[in-house]
């Protein structure tokens, strides 16, 4: 089975812009999360999709927004980019969301200048 | 509120000798705690969960509810367990909503 997939690997956004990252779970799986990796605050919670829907959410501004298609994939946006928002931004999918084990993408790396 | 410390973001130890990461959580509900790890240059992979109380590479992980504690432990460090270790807590009944602590660099000196 293909891993879960992320595009594109390596972003650069000036201040102001908004970008949108895609996510591929493995065949299968139905559930995907995001997450942002930062050296100061390590792995936060963004947001779970499962089934199209919002399931979870952690606590990001409103310009973090996300939206999952009927074949799983999911796509992450943040508008208005501020430098803080550099960062490596994970997904993970899972069959269900819950006990079973979540399966992580190799992340995008976005720099905002 | 939820929250995962990991107290050591850096440690070091001797092939063969024991070791032992600490993780801390705060939470009211019943907690599901998970070990991740991330070997360099590859991606983020589970290690072991406290439900299903496995041996996975030699590491065992025993939540003690009283002391809020899930440590990781490994009695022989080998020099491959050298990565970053990220404990977790899962909140949600339904789906998954996790929090991590900052990770801890093991390093095992050869």
């Known amino acids: 089975k293909a891993g879960v997939t992320q595009t594109p690997r390596y972003l650069i956004k000036t201040r102001g812009q908004q970008v949108t990252l895609s996510c591929s779970p493995i065949?299968?799986?139905?559930?995907v999360s995001w997450y942002q990796q930062t050296p100061g605050q390590g792995l936060q919670f963004l947001f779970e999709?499962?089934?199209?829907?919002?399931?979870n959410k952690g606590n990001f501004p409103g310009r973090f927004s996300g939206r999952q298609f009927s074949n799983s994939r999911s796509e992450m946006n943040v508008s208005t980019l501020e430098l803080g928002d550099s960062a490596l931004y994970l997904c993970?999918?899972?069959?269900?969301?819950?006990?079973?084990?979540?399966?992580f993408g190799p992340g995008t790396r976005l720099l905002v200048l | 509120a939820q929250r995962v410390t990991q107290p050591e973001k850096l440690l070091s130890v001797f092939k063969g000798a024991p070791v032992e990461l600490k993780c801390n959580y705060s939470?009211?509900?019943?907690?599901?705690l998970f070990w991740y790890v991330q070997y360099s240059r590859q991606r983020l992979q589970l290690l072991l969960r406290?439900?299903s109380r496995e041996s996975i590479k030699g590491f065992t992980a025993d939540l003690n509810k009283g002391e809020t504690s899930f440590h990781l432990k490994k009695p022989f460090a080998q020099e491959e367990d050298s990565a970053m270790y990220y404990c977790?807590?899962?909140?949600?009944?339904?789906?998954?909503?996790?929090?991590f602590g900052t990770g801890t660099s093991l390093t095992v000196i050869p």
């Open positions: 065949s299968g799986h139905r559930s």
């Open positions: 406290h439900i």
């Open positions: 993970a999918s899972s069959l269900e969301g819950g006990e079973e084990t979540q399966y």
């Open positions: 999709y499962f089934s199209e829907t919002q399931r």
């Open positions: 939470y009211s509900g019943s907690p599901e």
């Open positions: 977790a807590l899962r909140t949600m009944n339904t789906g998954n909503q996790f929090y």
